[in-house]
Nanobody, 121 residues
């Protein structure tokens, strides 16, 4: 079992910034990748950004240039720096911890409880 704890959400005005944090209860070398997803009301959960154990990052086009994902292996923590926030960024943001492939081909992954980000006009 892996404990995944997110923090840093809140209410911010359009154009503002927030930094989300996600701490995992596993050492960095045990983690294959970590990612941030978000789910807006009435919509499916979608990937926002991911970072592998090797430091390779991926950010979806809708937030590219505004959001940055990074990690601190010493703290087993991944961050999502969100700048120039827009009302359409409003969602519950979830952290995903991927421990790698299982023998059946599925991924062993764990999710945090989510943190609300609300961007007002």
């Amino acid at each position: 079992q892996v404990q995944v704890v997110e923090s840093g959400g809140g209410l911010v005005q359009s154009g503002g910034s927030l930094r989300l944090s996600c701490a995992a209860s596993r050492r960095a070398f045990e983690i294959n990748a970590m990612a941030w997803y978000r789910q807006a009301p009435g919509k499916q959960r979608e990937l926002v950004a991911s970072i592998t154990s090797g430091g390779n990052t991926n950010v979806v086009d809708s937030v590219k240039g505004r959001f940055t994902i990074s990690r601190d292996d010493a703290k087993n923590t991944v961050y999502l720096q969100m700048n120039s926030l827009k009302p359409e960024d409003t969602a519950v943001y979830y952290c995903n911890v991927d421990l790698g492939l299982l023998p059946d081909g599925s991924y062993l992954e764990f999710w945090g409880q989510g943190t609300q980000v609300t961007v007002s006009l």
